[in-house]
């Protein structure tokens, strides 16, 4: 992956996110990075560490089950299917990456990943029929998805 596709894909979830959460476009980094000190977003060590992981491990199984679902085909190679797996696996790494360098917003982009890996999971669990692989990746995108959803909560 490209770091231009990579930066892209951040901003784009960045812009849908604040729109979700309601952050202000006009927030300046200076501000943030006060609010976030102030309102204090550090968590641990360890559950950064694990949540970096879980979202390596996601991104690879992702994209691991595409290739099986596109041999799948009929449902499991479904374009939507499909986007979902690429939509997660895409946030997983930008997420990895916010986490790795302790960004300041790296909360706003673990709740966008959180809900990526939610529907990655569920879209999985549909179609599983069965299948192995497909429900590893739907436990694997729920533990990544929860691991997400406790960072991109404010630490006390």
Sequence with gaps: MSTGASLLAAGAA????????????????ASMHNAANKEGTHHSNADMESCIKLCHECHALCNKTIAECLKLDGSHAAPDHIKLFIDCAQMCMVTADYLTRDSVIHDRVCR???DACRLCAESCEKVAEGNQLLKQCADMCRRCSDSCASMGTKAA
């Design 112 to 114: 966008v990943c959180a």
């Design 14 to 29: 960045l812009m849908i996110e604040s729109r979700v959460y309601g952050a202000t476009p006009d927030s300046g980094h």
